[in-house]
């Protein structure tokens, strides 16, 4: 039995679903900036343990659920 594979999270933004209200921004401005027309740029790196909590709440407060976290697991 191997032992469990450390995981991180990921932010990710459907750019379809986006409706630029920024909110995600606020909540978590270590990993998602706003380009000039208020949509989310997010810089694609794993959050940080400490900013998980503050990142599934960015998740959960998007009026368009266009805010994703995704579950990276590192290469076997």
Excluded: H, K
């Excluded at 932010?11 to 989310?40: N, Q, T």
């Amino acid at each position: 039995m191997n032992p469990p594979q450390p995981v991180a999270i990921r932010v990710r933004v459907d750019p379809v679903a986006c409706d630029a209200y920024g909110f995600c921004a606020e909540m978590l401005p270590e990993r998602i900036s706003l380009d000039e027309w208020g949509y989310p740029i997010v810089d694609g790196s794993p959050v940080d343990p400490g900013l998980v909590e503050l990142a599934t709440r960015a998740a959960a407060e998007c009026p368009r659920r266009a805010v994703l976290l995704e579950v990276v697991r590192p290469a076997s």
